[in-house]
């Protein structure tokens, strides 16, 4: 479960703009990763910005990723200096998810500011775009990176081997993950890994009767090794309120059951709701 902000970020960032991008910040945005491509490539391939491009080429790549309606770019800024840039993706193997990717402005580093950027963009993902979880992968040595996962509440699910990125890239990956409050609670409830049920329909309260459907548990469950996993004891709460709820309901049908029996003998009188009517008109 996500972190919040401390005091201490409250006071020193809270008035910092955090928004959007659009294609007037691109000047920022440019003077911002000019200075920062040197320290991004330590364990990132930058791809098209690896290197210094022209002024008007960089605009219009720019440009294009504002026009993504795939993915959001989102910038952090002081008194319209951008400070750190970050973006939304899809995660590829679920659509309840989203990726975060995120580098600031190398006069920005070691502050916290980043932690407190991820803060933000974290929450944003979680409660007004609705996702059920946030991923973010880093690299195995980035020691700085994976430390501020954790202070945000990214708990370590995996390490991958992958093909090594960046100047220091140590060729394994890490995913973090970060739940939403949803998910949490229901494996805390019914003593389930929050992975297995990123994609499971008892995450919506009118299906939450499908927690016990095994066929469904194993259908959906993540199918690699889970580092880290959750340890729970006793009865699951989940089980203990589901009876519970059972038992309210079959006590509601039994009192409704003899509110109708005491209303039953009315039901002999031959007067409709119309004839009552004409009744009483006929009378006056």
């Known amino acids: 479960m996500i972190n919040w902000a401390t005091e201490d970020e409250v006071n020193r960032f809270a008035d910092f703009e955090f928004r959007i991008l659009t294609r007037n910040d691109f000047p920022e945005f440019a003077q911002a990763y000019r200075e920062s491509i040197e320290s991004m490539s330590t364990y990132l ?5 690896s290197q210094q491009r022209p002024y008007l080429e960089m605009l219009k790549y720019f440009q294009s990723m504002i026009k993504d309606r795939t993915v959001d770019l989102f910038g952090i800024f002081d008194k319209g200096r951008l400070l750190g ?3 939304y993706y899809w995660t590829s193997y679920s659509e309840n998810g989203t990726q975060i990717t995120l580098w600031m402005r ?7 500011l980043g932690t407190y950027f991820m803060k933000r963009l974290s929450s944003q993902a979680l409660y007004e775009k609705k996702f059920r979880f946030v991923e973010l992968i880093i690299d195995e040595k980035n020691m700085a990176s994976r430390k501020m996962a954790e202070k945000v509440g990214y708990e370590l699910i995996e390490i991958l081997d992958v093909d090594t990125q960046g100047k220091l890239g140590s060729g394994k990956y890490c995913r973090y993950i970060l739940f939403s409050g949803e998910i949490d609670s229901l494996a805390m409830n019914y003593h389930k890994q929050p992975m297995d049920l990123i994609d499971h329909p008892a995450c919506d309260k009118e299906y939450r009767d499908l927690i016990h459907d095994e066929w469904i548990n194993q259908y959906l469950a993540w199918p690699w090794e889970v580092l880290n996993k959750r340890v729970y004891e006793g009865e699951p709460f989940g089980h203990v309120l589901d009876r519970l709820m059972e038992e309210a309901r079959i006590e509601d049908e039994y009192y409704l059951k003899k509110e109708r029996e005491k209303l039953r003998p009315l039901s002999k009188l031959n007067y409709s709701r119309s004839n009552i009517g004409w009744a009483i008109r006929s009378s006056k």
Do not use: P
Not at 45 to 49: E, H, I, P, Q, R
């Open 45 to 49: 391939d930058l791809g098209y910005f």
């Open 85 to 87: 840039v970050a973006n």
């Open 106 to 112: 190398s006069s920005e580093r070691g502050q916290g």
